[in-house]
């Protein structure tokens, strides 16, 4: 089953993904997710340049060599860029070889272990009773998992609010980012009352997520996590820049917030001190990000071994086939904790067609051979790239704060 074509395709309906596809000699045609939000053309340009060429003869059956081939074989290897790249060899190979044995992926990984994939949705607003009334709209609409994110009312702007109905919050288009303004202070005094707001409002039974976006420094993270306890968190996400592993030996010592980590890792390797240690209660490893189902996997087990839960990173920048190579994974490991889901944006849905529907807080997948996403490459065509970033954060003085 020789690979005979390895091309990438660049869109933007709504926002900018790339997308790989391989065909096979036998015309078999799988497709994987390449999108690295706001670096999206140094995958393309990695795929094209120094992936689809080598690609082309292979064995399309021997995914396990082909990943090898791609991390170990690489002088340079790891990175989000690279291990994208080898995320949607990974997950083109999957769709393949699923389409070609007749099966929908997770029948591969040795079928189901629960019926659907628990969602998280994002809940936010412009205050806390903007915030509140759109948690409660996804609560009406049969979801049991909701992340809420609110304006700090003592700055101009904060990461991660929608910026109106039906929408999720996308980077901003332009040749560079916009510069925000970031006052931990402000932060860490706002946080509590929109968590003490949504359980006076709308109770406790349902889970409240939080996402810090590596803001925090660990004592700030340890002094948000017992400020929260009240409220009976899910988790607090990204509470400080995920690369320190060790700074969550700091953070667990001042909280029993559940914490979770992991949406910017590529590799097992970053998640090791994290996991082996107890560190963390989620990974949110993507598949796109780090190396595809197959290693995303591995990470999973590894995760297992020490009752860690997943929790995958599922924002929109995250394609349609991504998110249903999460799912097919999301359905089959036995230590599945909880996955993103923030939907795509229209017109998304004329360039992927995805068999997973949304059912009563939980996405299912039907069984449809393969991953189950159709790509119509004419859609994708009439929308181009459009180049955006993420905004960037300084403090007051103008220093440059963290992601
Ligand atoms: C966020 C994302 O969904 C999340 O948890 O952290 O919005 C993240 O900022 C983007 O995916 C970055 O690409
Ligand atoms: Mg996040």
Redesign the pocket.
């Known amino acids: 089953m020789k690979i005979v074509g390895a091309d990438v395709i660049v869109t933007c309906p709504g926002r900018n993904y790339v997308t790989l596809k391989i065909t096979t000699e036998d015309g078999v045609v799988g497709y994987g997710d390449a999108t690295l ?2 670096r999206e053309l140094s995958v393309d340009a990695y795929l094209r340049e120094h992936v689809c060429p080598l690609l082309i003869g292979r064995d399309a059956r021997r995914i396990n060599d082909i990943w090898q081939y791609l991390y170990r074989g690489a002088y340079w290897r790891g990175g989000p860029v690279t291990m994208t790249a080898i995320g949607a060899v990974d997950v083109a190979l999957w769709d393949i070889k699923g389409k070609a044995l007749g099966v929908p992926v997770y029948e591969l990984l040795g079928g189901q272990a629960r019926d659907g994939v628990t969602i998280y949705g ?1 809940a936010s607003g412009a205050d806390i009773d903007e915030a509140l009334a759109d948690a409660a709209s996804f609560l009406e609409r049969g979801y049991r998992a909701v ?1 809420l994110q609110a304006k700090i009312p003592a700055l101009d702007a904060t ?2 609010i929608r910026t109106g109905p039906g929408l999720t ?1 996308e980077p901003a288009t332009g040749d560079r980012p916009v510069e925000e303004v970031w006052d931990t202070g402000a932060y860490l005094d706002f946080l509590p009352s929109l968590m003490a707001a949504a359980r006076e409002q709308l109770g406790y039974g349902f889970h409240l997520l939080h ?1 810090c ?1 590596h803001r925090l420094t660990p004592i700030e993270a340890g002094r948000l996590g017992e400020s929260l306890e009240p409220y009976r968190m899910f988790w607090i ?2 509470a400080t820049p995920a690369e320190d592993q060790a700074a969550f030996r700091l953070i667990r010592q001042h909280t029993v917030t559940p914490l979770a980590v992991g ?1 910017i890792f590529s590799t097992i390797w970053d998640c090791q001190v994290l996991i082996g240690e107890r560190l963390v209660d989620y990974i949110r490893t993507s598949v796109p990000h780090a190396g595809g189902i197959s290693h995303v996997r591995r990470i999973f087990d590894h995760a297992d071994l020490y009752g860690v839960r997943t929790g995958s ?6 394609s349609p086939i991504g998110i249903a190579a999460a799912l097919h994974l999301d359905l089959s490991v036995p230590n599945f904790g909880i996955q ?1 889901y ?1 939907g795509h944006l229209d017109p998304a849905g004329e360039v992927f067609t995805t068999s997973y529907r949304y059912e009563d807080g939980l996405l299912l997948l039907g069984d449809e051979p393969g991953i189950g996403v159709q790509v119509d490459e004419a859609a994708a065509a009439r929308y181009p790239y459009i180049p955006r970033y ?1 905004p960037v954060n300084r403090l007051r003085d103008g220093s440059m704060h963290d992601w």
């Open positions: 939000n706001g994002h992340r990461y991660g919050y996402d976006h996400e990204d949406e990173h599922g924002a929109g920048d995250i993103e923030m993420l």
